[in-house]
């Protein structure tokens, strides 16, 4: 039996991850773009941009990729892009975490999954409406529904994994993929599974949704040069760029992964959701939510923010979300006082899938004692007082990480993830 944690509770082992994202889709392909500071933002190819106005025909997709591992043909023309990406990021993570022994030593009843997804199967929904408009009801799907509802990542994973534990899905937008991690580690923490599969996943580069977040103002409006696009914490961001992807990670209740000779990426140690209350798209300026949801998870950690070596930032690179949350760090590091990172210069804003991969980069960087530089910050915005990592990677000292997520609606998530025992 190995310590418990604070409070005598039941310890979260990572024993596995995988990523499906426009910078690579394995762990190191995506680590070494991070770490390259390479946007991967350029003009939209999976469907005709020219019918949305010119600022918002680019994005950061996926590149392809074989899906014949994770679902035969029909099962792949039966699931939305958002359940595609995200099934295959939870089957690799399940793989990375030696999936045939945790089959042949767990009961599939204390075996868990639980997702974030920000709006589901939206891909799937506007090529339906098309067709009912166009060619009449008689040729909608009859899989519309199980493609496009927003739990159809979680009931897939479940189904394609046959575990019968707790099956969940969190919508809680652009923080709903921290969310799906910090639900998930309280299911181990408190007894009601010993494995789980946590994660986001979202697909939102499509017609729709490109021309409402460009018409709310959300997103870049830089098409002559996509890859700069995407500055966070820079003084000249003028919104974020759309992405796509998921990302998961198999969480083990500790004494269960070492039983077994798990590798172990790291652990999760804290978690916190807030509430802005305060608008239902803009944050709360001075980032008051943010700061008490990133005390939460210290707290619940049972740490002092000195103790925090580095901050992987939500960072979006709009205007008003990047200023909420230096604001926010500041409140609760002190100003520069902890350096700061945030992986959207490279990936794109993932929306739900987001916070998952950001996730699976705080533990690269616990691996490597390295923090991936903030691609495209060129210069300090006099208006935030903190430590932007940029230019180059940074060497770090070994410590916890702090990864924030927050969403429209106002919703927050703070994960504290610490390292391995040496």
């Known amino acids: 039996m190995t310590e418990p944690a604070p409070g005598g509770r039941r310890r979260v082992a990572v024993t596995g991850m995988g990523v499906k994202t426009p910078a690579g889709t394995d762990l190191e392909t995506y680590w070494a773009s991070l770490l390259a500071g390479r946007s991967n933002a350029g003009p939209i190819r999976r469907f005709d941009a020219t019918i949305l106005p010119e600022p918002f025909r680019f ?89 496009m509802m927003a739990n159809a990542t979680a009931g897939t994973v479940g189904l394609k994994m046959g575990w019968t534990g707790p099956n969940l899905c969190v919508t809680t937008a652009c923080a709903a993929g921290s969310h799906g991690i910090g639900e998930g580690a309280l299911l181990i923490r408190h007894g009601a599974a010993d494995v789980v599969l946590a994660g986001g996943t979202e697909a939102c580069i499509t017609p729709l949704a490109m021309s409402a977040f460009g018409r709310m103002g959300a997103l870049s409006s830089r098409v002559d040069d996509p890859r700069h696009a ?19 990670l198999l969480l083990e209740e500790w004494d269960h992964a070492v039983a077994r000779g798990a590798r172990i990426w790291g652990e999760v140690l804290g978690y916190a959701r807030t509430s802005d209350a305060y608008h239902i798209t803009a944050p709360a300026p001075g980032g008051a939510g943010a700061a008490a949801c990133m005390l939460g998870a210290l707290a619940d950690a049972g740490l002092e923010p000195p103790a925090v070596a580095h901050v992987n930032a939500h960072g979006t690179s709009t205007p008003l979300n990047d200023a909420s949350e230096a604001s926010a760090v500041t409140k609760v590091f002190g100003e520069r006082a902890v350096p700061v990172t945030s992986g959207k210069g490279v990936t794109g804003h993932l929306v739900a899938g987001a916070g998952a991969i950001e996730a699976v980069a705080a533990f690269l960087a ?27 990677p940074r060497e770090v000292a070994p410590g916890p990480v702090v990864s924030n997520s927050f969403g429209f609606g106002g919703h927050n998530a703070s994960l504290v993830l610490g390292p391995p025992p040496t």
Do not use: W
């Open 59 to 147: 994005a950061c997709e996926v590149p392809e990729f074989d899906l014949s591992p994770y679902l035969d043909f029909k099962e792949a023309r039966h699931a939305d892009r958002c359940t595609q990406l995200g099934l295959a990021a939870a089957m690799d993570a399940f793989a990375d975490a030696g999936g045939e022994a945790i089959s042949r030593t767990t009961d599939p009843a204390r075996c868990g999954v639980f997702v974030g997804s920000g709006v589901g199967g939206l891909m799937t929904l506007e090529e339906q409406d098309r067709n009912l408009f166009e060619r009449g009801s008689g040729r909608v799907s009859p899989y519309l529904v199980p493609m």
């Open 230 to 248: 995407s500055r966070p914490f820079d003084p000249d961001r003028d919104g974020f760029v759309m992405g796509e992807g998921a990302g998961f």
């Open 366 to 392: 616990l691996r490597d004692g390295v923090v991936p530089h903030t691609a495209n910050h060129e210069r300090e915005d006099p208006d935030l007082a903190i430590d932007v990592v940029s230019g180059s």
